[in-house]
T-cell receptor, first 114, second 113 residues
């Protein structure tokens, strides 16, 4: 069964700092990859997704992620974070073939200090 | 406006008192799913439905039931709630089982005393 690991559980950054959140998955076949964001008290919203093509994908609010197949990774990046980026971030993987199950990581809480 | 609507948003109940959390989507999505979110555990899938009258267990189905009699609705039923079902519940839908991203409802925070 596939699994998703987010190694950083809680990240604290100052405004304007650069961000990189790690996401690794275990699944040998074709995958679709997602990052979702959950602002305090709100539901999950899609930040960006990778299905195929250019492994560097750009999402909303200046976020981007790079799919490195050889490393089974899909790390999320942002060059300069803002206080409004304070949220919890979830990586998710959808496998191909048959029932395409979506598995979520345990989430990373990002706190941006003004 | 495209949305997934859950009710109630907040509920405090007692052990053993049956409850239902409703979920409705207005996007004509085939696929719907229920997740629970617990600190340190992320989102875990409870049940999912690939279409009307087609439901299946997710990773943590114990203590829950679902039904999918209509395409737009996917209620989550706790026949006899227990304190370990205290959690934040999210309903989600997507266009079809094999395409698209998930759209989430606002969440239902359930406390079982």
């Amino acid at each position: 069964a596939q699994s998703v690991s987010q190694h950083n559980h809680h990240v604290i950054l100052s405004e304007a700092a650069s961000l990189e959140l790690g996401c690794n998955y275990s699944y040998g076949g074709t995958v679709n990859l997602f990052w979702y964001v959950q602002y305090p008290g709100q539901h999950l919203q899609l930040l960006l997704k990778y299905f195929s093509g250019d492994p560097l994908v750009k999402g909303i609010k200046g976020f981007e992620a790079e799919f490195i197949k050889s490393k089974f990774s899909f790390n999320l990046r942002k060059p300069s974070v803002q206080w409004s980026d304070t949220a919890e971030y979830f990586c998710a993987v959808r496998t191909s073939g048959g029932y395409q199950k979506v598995t979520f990581g345990t989430g990373t809480k990002l706190q941006v200090i003004p | 406006e495209a949305q997934v609507t859950q009710n109630p948003r907040y509920l405090i109940t007692v052990t053993g008192k049956k409850l239902t959390v409703t979920c409705s989507q207005n996007m004509n999505h085939e696929y719907m799913s229920w997740y629970r979110q617990d600190p340190g555990l992320g989102l875990r899938q409870i049940y999912y439905s690939m279409n009307v009258e087609v439901t299946d267990k997710g990773d943590v189905p114990e203590g829950y039931k679902v039904s999918r009699k209509e395409k737009r609705n996917f209620p989550l039923i706790l026949e006899s709630p227990s304190p370990n079902q205290t959690s934040l519940y999210f309903c989600a839908s997507k266009e079809s089982p094999n395409t698209g991203e998930l759209f989430f409802g606002e969440g239902s925070r359930l406390t079982v005393l």
